[in-house]
T-cell receptor, first 112, second 114 residues
Framework: DQQVKQNSPSLSVQEGRISILNCDYT??????FLWYKKYPAEGPTFLIS?????DKNEDGRFTVFLNKSAKHLSLHIVPSQPGDSAVYFC???????????FGQGTILTVHP | NAGVTQTPKFQVLKTGQSMTLQCAQD?????MSWYRQDPGMGLRLIHY???????DQGEVPNGYNVSRSTTEDFPLRLLSAAPSQTSVYFC?????????????FGPGTRLTVL
């Protein structure tokens, strides 16, 4: 039972345009959501997060939106750059022990 | 700081063999965990530890064993390797067990079981 789902395996975007990566979750006990970025042959690195008490969090070119009623979050990257090409994982946490539940990942390719 | 280090980077085993994946961190983090990444499955938690001497099971613990004798090290043991354990394994650490704390991942170990 996949509690965190990223239904788009891949996304292709032109440099300078907006990239929108989506994530859905089913467990209403999740109260903290994170996005991780992963390059080939490297471990995931933290990108941005949002608490369930907020609906938006911004960090430079990256913005995460949370819609609790729809159990949906999205990551916006504006403007997209070729160096953003990577696999993006959505993750959720709902316990005090920091156990993350990850989505399947979305491969983002930004073309020059 | 080296952060989170993992050895080896690559390993090929035959079915039934045992081995230990090493993980170490130099950030004095109390909380460490092991994940496996499989195509179309994301990362799944295998085992975790909230401090030296304390470990617990994650989502997919079968076939794996862990121990935590020091704050720095958290090895993952495969008792009798099976082809289903072919995967990329990531170790992670975080300062506190709070879900809001950033987890730092190692570079991964790519394991193939024949």
């Amino acid at each position: 039972d996949q509690q965190v789902k990223q239904n788009s395996p891949s996304l292709s975007v032109q440099e300078g345009r907006i990239s929108i990566l989506n994530c859905d979750y089913t467990n209403s006990m999740f109260d903290y959501f994170l996005w991780y970025k992963k390059y080939p042959a490297e471990g995931p690195t933290f990108l941005i997060s949002i608490s369930s008490i907020k609906d938006k969090n911004e960090d430079g070119r990256f913005t995460v939106f949370l819609n609790k009623s729809a159990k949906h979050l999205s990551l916006h990257i504006v403007p997209s750059q070729p160096g953003d090409s990577a696999v993006y994982f959505c993750a959720a946490s709902g316990t005090s022990y920091g156990k993350l539940t990850f989505g399947q990942g979305t491969i983002l390719t930004v073309h020059p | 700081n080296a952060g989170v280090t993992q050895t080896p980077k690559f390993q090929v085993l035959k079915t039934g063999q045992s081995m230990t994946l090493q993980c170490a961190q130099d950030m004095n983090h109390e909380y460490m965990s092991w994940y496996r990444q499989d195509p179309g499955m994301g990362l799944r938690l295998i085992h975790y530890s909230v401090g030296a001497g304390i470990t617990d099971q994650g989502e997919v613990p079968n076939g794996y064993n862990v121990s935590r004798s020091t704050t720095e090290d958290f090895p993952l043991r495969l008792l009798s390797a099976a082809p289903s354990q072919t995967s990329v394994y990531f170790c992670a650490s975080t300062l506190t067990p709070a879900g809001t704390d950033t987890q730092y991942f190692g570079p991964g170990t790519r394991l193939t079981v024949l």
